[in-house]
């Protein structure tokens, strides 16, 4: 019962919440007109009610008196033929008049009116009496009224005493109806009263209804609508048969809602379109792209970025970035990232970051928001990050801190190795242009002093280091040819007519240096994919190498031959190897590691020959320009060796396919021939 109760309570709640305010305030202004009219009506008939029974009272007390001052004598003489006679004259002359009883001064009635008990008394009569009032012993002889309820109505019972000369005879008992006039019109007020009250809320639980369904639920309707569109439902729709400026505003609100879903699907497919090609900008960028929001937690990553710091495979969205890059990034970070965090939405990223003392790691800052740091995890590394703040369209709030990651360890390699190379060549440069200067300065100035031996031996001085200059500016230009992003078209290659041009060039040479040039070619050997001019270049600057650092009587051989090699760097294809070996002076262990960097010569630390230190650099990258490796095998006193692999050519390749690619790969040589070293 008491949940029925509680489930009646709630529906009729949530029936109420749902009216307007202005229904409600209706409501209960009605509600309050509509009780004080009833209650104005409800107490005019209460009065009206009592006037009348007052009066009943007033007209059965006189009826009474007269009554029984009539029939006492009658009575006393119990004459009751007259009594009856007189009382029926007297019941009959009004109709307010509902009884008459006499009775004894025990209450036994001997005479009544409708009804008597005068007839024949017998062993079946019943005895019948009436219930007297006490009557106060100082007004025994004033009538008592009182009333009490009948079907008909409130009936008015007045008891008289009935005296003659000083005897008490009885009572007289005399029902008055009441008015019923007055009856039927208090009767009528009230029934009008209570019909008037129930067509009010009639009216007004109709007038609600009816502002439900054509007024308060369409507008439900719209306010429900207008939100979901706020709230970016644009596919909300208002489907009700409503005529006139409803119906019209019930349209318009469909017709807005149509247009703006076609405006949204127009600019989601444009929203689409825009975040693929960002997507696909962000994702194809060779820098680090990151994106933080206000607290620090990652928003975006590229693939670079996770690239850079071993983050595939994890789920680091959603991550403080503090916890993630390494602990070089972090130290030198933290501060900047904390400092544009509490910016002033109007401040710029100008703010300066003091060096950290305690830490190893290089940083510089580069410009405002620009930081170099150095990294020795997860590999050792330069990058350069940018920090850029990101506000809305206002520039009013910021929204987060864009990051950008640049890997720069090969351009400061680069960097630091230009400005090595501008320092070697600026140096080997100045050495023959001060020498030839000098030369010349002192034949013009002092010409005819000199001997006419004297005179040539500076000449020839000054020739020899005009072709050094010219060796050295051909070598840099080589190199700088070879270390540029041009391609080389590869083509099937003769090794024996290119050994053989080789050993015409530098028989003379080897002869005056009293040294043996010999080579050792395989018969029959086949074509190799390369370039002629390259590896003719190649050729040139090793066995030149050797017959300057070989001392007479010594020996010069160039090898080539065909093997299959095991190594998965040609995918077990055959190749040809091509070695030159020497027995010169040899290359110290320590100077192995940096012989082919550019300037580097082993002179350098004997102060005995000379040499521009590039030509095994322009060697290194032209083997790598033929997609292999240049190896050597050298003791001091004992030797040198050089050798490299090249791909066979393939006569059902082109070249423009890039089958090299395929077969020519970098290699190291785990076993070394014995016919390396003399």
Partial sequence: M????????????????????????????????????????????????????????????????????NVAP??????????????????????????????????????GIPYSSAEVQNSLTIERRL?????????????????????????????????????????????????????????????????????????????????????????????VGVKNIAAGNFKQRINLPFGGELGELIFSFNEMAKRLERYEEQNIEELTAEKAKLDTLVSTIVDGAILLDTHLNLLLVNPTARRMFVWEGKDVIGENILQLLP??????????????????????????????????????????????????????????????????????????????????????????????FISNVSHELRTPLFNIKSFIETLSEFG????????????ETANHETDRLTRLVNDVLDLSRLESSKTYHLNGVDLSQ???????????????????????????????????????????NLVGNALKFTPSGGIIVIRAYHFKTKSKQFNDKSCVRVEISDTGIGIAPEDQAAIFDRF??????????????????????IIDKHHSQIHLISEVGIGTTFWFDLALYQDNCSPSEGCNNETILPRTVDVHPNSLLF
């Avoid at 025994?140 to 009490?148: G, I, N, S, Y």
């Avoid at 005819?448 to 000449?459: A, G, H, P, Y």
């Avoid at 580097?600 to 990258?621: A, Y």
């Fill in 498 to 540: 290119l050994i053989e041009q080789t050993l015409r060039t530098y028989q003379l040479n080897a002869k005056d240096k009293e040294l043996v040039l010999n080579k050792e070619v395989e018969p029959n050997l086949p074509l190799i994919l390369g370039h002629y001019d390259l590896l003719l270049q190649v050729m040139t």
């Fill in 131 to 223: 219930q007297l009032p006490n009557f106060p012993v100082d007004h025994d002889t004033l009538p008592l009224v009182r009333q009490h309820k009948s079907p008909n109505g409130e009936v008015t019972d007045v008891f008289v005493p009935l005296k003659h000369e000083g005897k008490h005879l009885g009572y007289l008992a005399i029902g008055i109806n009441p008015n019923a006039t007055v009856v039927n019109s208090s009767n009528l007020t009230r029934d009008v009263t209570i019909a008037v009250f129930v067509a009010i809320w009639a009216m007004v639980i109709l007038g609600a209804v009816f502002n439900a369904l054509t007024i308060t639920r369409p507008i439900k309707e719209l306010l």
């Fill in 448 to 459: 005819e002093d000199l001997t006419e031996t004297e005179r040539k031996e500076f000449l």
């Fill in 327 to 420: 602990a070089e990034l972090t130290t030198q970070l933290q501060t900047p990232l904390e400092q544009m965090i509490q910016q002033n939405a109007t401040e710029s990223n100008e703010s300066e970051l003091e060096k950290n003392p305690e830490t190893t790691s290089l940083q510089q800052k580069i410009s405002p928001g620009e930081y170099r740091i150095s990294l020795s995890q997860p590999t050792s590394r330069i990058v350069r990050v940018l920090l850029t703040q990101v506000f809305d369209q206002h520039r009013g709030t910021l929204k987060g801190i864009a990051m950008t990651v640049q890997d720069i360890t090969r351009e400061v390699e680069l960097n630091e190795a230009k400005s090595q």
């Fill in 600 to 621: 580097f010569r082993v002179e350098n630390r004997v102060h005995t020959l000379e040499g521009t230190g590039l030509g095994l650099s322009i060697v290194k990258n």
């Fill in 74 to 111: 009658l009575i006393a003489e119990d004459n009751l033929t007259d009594v009856a006679r007189f009382s029926s004259r007297f019941y009959q002359s009004t109709s307010s008049v509902r009884y008459i009883i006499y009775t004894d001064e025990t209450g036994q009635i001997f005479f």
């Fill in 2 to 69: 008491f949940n029925l109760l509680a489930k009646i309570k709630e529906i009729l709640r949530r029936w109420w919440s749902e009216f307007t305010l202005q229904t409600k305030l209706m409501a209960a202004a009605t509600l309050a007109v509509s009780l004080f009219m009833s209650g104005l009506t409800f107490w005019a008939v209460n009065t009206i009610q009592k006037d009348a029974q007052l009066n009943d009272t007033r007209f059965g007390r006189d009826l009474g008196l007269l009554l029984a001052s």
